[in-house]
């Protein structure tokens, strides 16, 4: 929903703070909108956005219209607002159909299982039992896209020193590692994964982990999503979206094959 009314003012040629002067909204309220933030959409605020980009037909407005009133059902991950809070990355990230994410600290959430999901939230919180195990039911339900009938693609790059980083609890590696090897051994998933090496030295990805998401409509951009401890950031403009993928492909070339990364894996868990 918010990425078809970003585009339809895109389409206006009109600035966001412009959008929002006409309205005589103050410039957050749009780009609120325009960002995802909101849960509930208004129904009439969405139809003063579409008088103002002078939306005409009937059929494209009853579209946008209805696409509005399905995107005011509360998604699973409203349940637990306590763990995301405003962030709406999951939104985001069940309507990809191809997904790609270089990590440097920690394997990606959509391939981690639920003892070493608890055991980094432990590590990176400090926060009671209770919470870590929130955390860990809603990286298993983020995991459920993997299981619909038409799943994303899902195209993961992890540095090696993420799997050494996990022999800190042999139990929960070894667990781990042979969930990693399971999932890059299945040619029918739609998964690759690929390990960075120590050799690899110096690359693009060094300046820290990304997520590049694509949508199956071409009127919903590729974006890329950064993460910190306190805050996340979208990127959609389409020179920062051909960075990222830029530097995905630079690491791609730099990366062990799937078969090749099987193999350290394999090779770790022989040390256990």
């Known amino acids: 929903m918010s990425a078809v009314l970003r585009q339809l003012r895109h389409d206006?040629?009109?600035?966001?703070?412009?959008?929002?002067?006409?309205?005589?909204?103050?410039?957050?309220?749009?780009?609120?909108?325009?960002?995802?933030?909101?849960?509930?959409?208004?129904?009439?605020n969405v139809r003063l956005l579409l008088d103002l980009y002078d939306v005409t037909d009937e059929q494209q407005r009853e579209g946008v219209l209805t696409l509005a009133r399905q995107s005011r059902q509360r998604g699973?991950?409203?349940k637990y607002s306590d763990i995301f809070g405003s962030d709406t990355y999951v939104g985001f990230e069940s309507e990809a159909s191809v997904?790609?994410?270089?990590?440097?600290?920690?394997i990606p959430g959509l391939l981690q299982t639920a003892r070493y999901a608890e055991a980094s939230a432990r590590a990176s919180?400090?926060?009671p039992?209770?919470?870590?195990?929130?955390?860990v039911a809603t990286r298993?339900?983020?995991?459920?896209i993997l299981d619909q009938e038409d799943p994303p693609l899902l195209w993961a790059i992890i540095d090696e020193s993420v799997l050494h980083r996990l022999f800190v609890a042999d139990d929960v590696a070894r667990e781990q590692v042979e969930h990693l090897i399971t999932a890059a051994s299945n040619p029918d998933n739609g998964i690759t994964l690929q390990i960075m090496p120590f050799s690899a030295g110096l690359h693009p990805g060094i300046s820290?982990?990304?997520?590049?998401?694509?949508?199956?409509?071409?009127?919903?951009?590729?974006?890329v999503y950064l993460e910190s401890r306190i805050d996340s950031l979208f990127l959609e403009e389409p020179e920062e979206v051909a960075e990222y993928k830029l530097v995905f492909d630079h690491l791609l070339?730099?990366?062990?094959?799937?078969?090749?990364?099987i193999e350290i894996m394999e090779n770790l868990l022989t040390n256990l």
Request: with cysteine; aromatic share 8%.
């Open 76 to 78: 699973w991950w409203q």
């Open 208 to 223: 820290g982990p990304f997520v590049i998401l694509d949508f199956p409509g071409e009127i919903d951009p590729s974006m």
């Open 129 to 135: 039992a209770e919470e870590a195990q929130r955390i």
């Open 12 to 44: 206006c040629n009109m600035t966001l703070e412009g959008a929002a002067a006409k309205l005589e909204w103050s410039r957050g309220r749009l780009a609120h909108m325009e960002g995802n933030k909101w849960t509930r959409p208004d129904i009439n």
């Open 253 to 261: 070339a730099a990366a062990k094959s799937q078969r090749e990364s």
């Open 125 to 127: 919180l400090a926060r």
């Open 99 to 106: 997904i790609r994410t270089y990590q440097t600290m920690v």
């Open 140 to 144: 298993q339900a983020r995991q459920e």
